[in-house]
């Protein structure tokens, strides 16, 4: 009862959403741990380069290639740089190249998706075979062609996952705005003087916002592996900047020799933060969209 | 009647876990049904009619648990029973028929296919002869030529004729006990007749008896044996269908029976007896309504749609080439009529008459053909439908929904959904002065201030309706149009909103054009009534000449249709089975 009188106040709307998260969290354990591990991630973002104990590009060659120990918790690079302190300080790089490009993609995919849906036609069919003409690459090797032909910096590495991811967004986004095409809320809306483009942006795609934002929430995730990736493969970030996939790669030739710590910390930092997005993409689900739940 | 009741329900009492709690929908509910004995279970939403059938079959969902009391099927203890025993035990020995026929149908699977998998499953038929046994079944619904409806998708088959199949697929194994969860909500007068009087004569053959869960107490009273009525997961009442109708005991019962439309009963007459004067036409002040000049004037009006092939969406995406020359389907075939200031008229048919298409014409939602529409002694018609959505003269036609959970964004307050159209077409700016509007509008609308912060689902049903009323009288429109706004409320609230409706209409001098398919609703706000029928108008005249004296067949069969039990002089009514659908 006391529940039902917090929900008749004015400015609830936030309240009740914390409260139902909370529930949702403590209902399930995985979600609630998927978030712990996500705050980690914001923090190390955050807080990354300030609170490492060593310097990440500073190279130290009589302390190189030491296995972990007390000084060096992940052990030290083939130039003496310190692991811990590299893979901490790339999750800024990384998180960053992730939300950016997931941002890109909802703004580009989202509202083309929604128009598509909404208004049909010849919006639909543009949008419907842009989609297509991407899919109709294997996704990894387009990333790579427009890193390849734009110059590999930070910014096209997001605009190449944005690319990539562009078709997922389209759909979900088409699917969802097709169903509440004739709903009634948006005949209402028309009788209320409401043009077509603001019902697009005001009163349709606020509904779809809880699947837009689960969607961000998995693609997190792929966007990760994919700047990684692209890292990894020599037509991503540049070194000797700390980026997981540049970390792993230049590891991975020390591997032979018994030197694993090197590639497999930042591979471990690549697998958590994409376990994590994918949990967290679960448990968004549960909180934005009851109905859902499983 | 044999000794041994046929199902036997004592003390039941069935809870939810929530994350509130615990909350019981069904209290200590007693009931008993022999053999060939057909009970009707009415009562609103929330009442706990479903829940209690779901018990007796165990389909409660995962929160749900019978906490208390016994469900006895002949000598089986429901309760106690292994998930075995019920499998065998539902479908076999109880079947269920549900609100919606195509839902409850597979979708990609021909009709007669799912007859001979229910027959199979409980081994009712041998393979090499079960298709004949599945078109016999199919005759036996009353589906007009069996064989080739045997190959007929659900999509294909109209919502009566749907019902038919799901009634078929009920009674294909012979069962004992038949619960039928409002298994004529949704459809046409004359089908629901069509649909109830086949159930009834079908069981009755059988000796089955027959459970009819329902919202409509007339229904319910025309077709049962017993009826009982549920209310906040009580039995309040069990009697007789005559002692029910003629003597009703408990205050609940009397103020359902008050709040069904009937003739001979006026609009204040539905609401609760302790509320009716309060409220009453004396606290109104009548707009002054100077001139009853037609403000509406529809005249040949044509609405023609292409006929699309199969697959709507998904092969107009994929279209290459030109599509095949579309056929032209007349959904609204040269009508003509007018509305004068202050007047409400009806606008009744059964679903695909070409009422709502003609009714969002009017509203200038879609195009029309041909034809034109002048309101005002403007012709709006003549404007594109996009371009009227931001044109003055918006404001001055308006239009309340069939359904206010729909029409609501589910992600708007009760509040920003009423400001909407006052945001967009009127004059008021600041956050203040349209608060100040919306708080005045929810006043005169009967929505308590305070609900105005939340979302529609955090509001019941009626209160949903308030807001949507609200939202179309916001801008002081001259016409309004009612497309069923009470069809998806219960009827104790769909007599509250229609008297708010009456007393509007009477203090802001708007007219009403009313869309609905229920005649008794019509008659109690409407002066003049248009009976439609595919695409045309086959009646107009004022509300009593045409519901008491009506001319055309049509006209006539539509209210003969209408549930009503009338049992001092028995129903002079031979069966007369209508060409459903």
Redesign the interface.
């Known amino acids: 009862m006391t529940d039902l009188a917090a929900a008749s106040r004015p400015s609830s709307g936030l309240a009740a959403l914390l409260r139902h998260s909370r529930y949702v969290i403590a209902e399930n354990r995985v979600t609630g741990f998927a978030f712990g591990l996500f705050l980690l991630i914001v923090l190390a973002a955050v807080f990354g380069p300030y609170i490492v104990p060593h310097d990440p590009l500073a190279s130290d060659t009589a302390a190189a290639l030491k296995p972990p120990s007390m000084k060096h918790w992940f052990g030290t690079d083939q130039i003496g740089r310190d692991v811990f302190s590299r893979v901490v300080v790339a999750t800024r790089l990384d998180f960053f190249i992730a939300v950016a490009s997931v941002a890109l993609v909802f703004l580009m995919g989202g509202l083309a998706g929604v128009a598509a849906g909404f208004f049909g036609g010849w919006t639909d069919r543009i949008v419907g075979r842009i989609a297509d003409t991407i899919m109709a690459f294997p996704l990894f090797v387009l990333a790579m062609g427009i890193v390849a032909a734009l110059g590999n910096t930070v910014q096209n590495i997001i605009l190449a996952t944005a690319i990539v991811n562009f078709p997922l967004y389209a759909r979900v986004a088409r699917a969802e705005a097709n169903v509440r095409r004739e709903a009634g809320f948006v005949q209402a809306a028309r009788l209320s003087g409401n043009g077509e483009f603001r019902i697009v942006l005001a009163q349709v795609l606020p509904n779809i916002m809880p699947i837009m934002i689960v969607q961000m929430s998995l693609t997190m995730g792929y966007a990760i592996l994919n700047a990684a990736g692209l890292s990894f493969i020599g037509l991503g970030v540049r070194p000797p900047t700390a980026e997981w996939g540049i970390m792993v790669a230049e590891g991975a030739a020390f591997m032979v020799s018994g030197e694993w710590w090197i590639a497999f910390f930042p591979g471990l930092a690549l697998m958590i933060a994409v376990f994590c997005f994918n949990l967290l993409g679960d448990g968004l689900r549960d909180i934005v969209d009851p109905q859902r739940r499983t | 009647m044999t000794a041994i009741p046929l199902l036997d329900i004592r003390d039941l009492t069935v809870e939810f876990q929530t994350?509130?709690g615990v909350v019981t929908a069904v209290q200590h509910v007693n009931l008993t049904i022999a053999k060939g004995e057909t009970i009707g279970i009415v009562g609103e939403s929330g009442s706990g009619k479903s829940v209690t059938s779901y018990a007796v079959m165990r389909i409660l969902d995962r929160a749900g648990r019978i906490a208390e009391g016994a469900v006895m099927f002949t000598n089986i203890d429901v309760r106690q029973a292994s998930e075995d025993d019920m499998r065998e035990l539902r479908g076999r020995e109880i079947s269920m028929i549900f609100q919606n026929p195509r839902a409850a149908l597979n979708p990609i699977r021909k009709v007669g296919r799912q007859i001979e998998d229910v027959l199979l499953e409980h081994v009712k038929a041998a393979p090499s002869e079960v298709t004949e046994k599945a078109i016999e079944i199919l005759d036996q619904v009353r589906i007009a030529r069996p064989r080739e409806r045997y190959h007929a998708y659900p999509f294909e088959l109209s919502g009566g004729m749907c019902q038919r199949v799901v009634i078929a697929l009920a009674l294909a194994c012979r069962p004992q006990l038949l619960i039928a969860d409002e298994p004529t909500t949704g459809l046409d007068v004359t089908t629901q007749k069509t649909v109830m009087e086949l159930i009834v004569e079908l069981t009755r053959a059988r000796g089955m008896s027959t459970i009819l869960i329902t919202h409509d107490l007339g229904l319910a009273a025309t077709y049962c044996d017993k009826v009982v009525v549920m209310e906040k997961g009580y039995v309040v009442e069990t009697a007789t269908a005559r002692n029910i109708f003629t003597a009703p005991a408990h205050h609940y019962t009397r103020k359902l029976m008050r709040a069904t439309p009937r003739p001979g009963a006026s609009l204040r007459d539905l609401l609760p007896e302790e509320e009716a004067p309060a409220s009453s036409a004396a606290t109104v002040t009548k707009f002054p309504v100077a001139d009853r000049k037609p403000l509406l004037v529809v005249e040949k009006l044509l609405k023609e749609y292409p006929r699309k092939g199969v697959g709507g969406?998904m092969s107009?995406?994929m279209r290459r080439g030109p599509a095949p020359e579309p056929k032209v389907f007349r959904a609204v075939d040269g009508i003509s009529f007018a509305v004068n200031r202050g007047e409400s008229v009806g606008l009744v048919g059964e679903s695909g008459c070409g009422k709502s298409t003609t009714s969002t014409m009017v509203?200038r939602?879609i195009d029309k053909t041909d034809g034109t529409i002048m309101f005002d002694g403007e012709d709006i018609g003549e404007i594109p439908a996009?371009q009227f959505?931001?044109l003055p003269m918006?404001?001055r036609?308006?239009?309340v929904?069939?359904?206010p959970t729909?029409?609501?964004?589910?992600?708007?307050?009760a509040a920003r959904?009423i400001a909407?159209?006052i945001?967009?077409?009127s004059d008021i700016r600041g956050s203040d002065a349209i608060r100040a509007r919306c708080e005045e509008l929810a006043l005169q609308v009967g929505l308590p201030v305070?609900?105005l912060?939340?979302?529609p689902h955090?509001l019941s049903g009626g209160q949903k309706a308030r807001v949507?009323i609200a939202?179309?009288i916001a801008l002081k429109p001259d016409l309004i149009i009612l497309d069923e706004p009470t069809a998806a409320l219960d009827v104790s609230v769909q007599a509250v909103v229609l008297n708010l409706l009456q007393d509007l209409k009477e203090s802001l001098g708007m007219s009403y054009l009313f869309v609905s398919h229920d005649l008794n609703v019509v008659r109690l706000l409407c002066d003049r009534v248009i009976v439609m029928k595919a695409g045309k108008i086959v009646e107009e005249g004022p509300t009593e000449r045409v519901l008491f004296a009506p001319e055309a067949q049509y006209t006539r069969d539509l209210l003969a249709a209408i549930p009503h039990p009338t049992f001092e002089p028995e129903q002079a009514d031979p069966a007369r089975v209508a060409a459903g659908s």
């Open positions: 994350r509130r969406m107009k995406f509203m939602l996009k959505a931001k918006r404001r036609i308006q239009m929904f069939q359904d729909d029409s609501l964004n589910p992600r708007f307050t959904a909407d159209p945001l967009r077409l305070e609900l912060d939340r979302f955090q949507g939202r179309a």
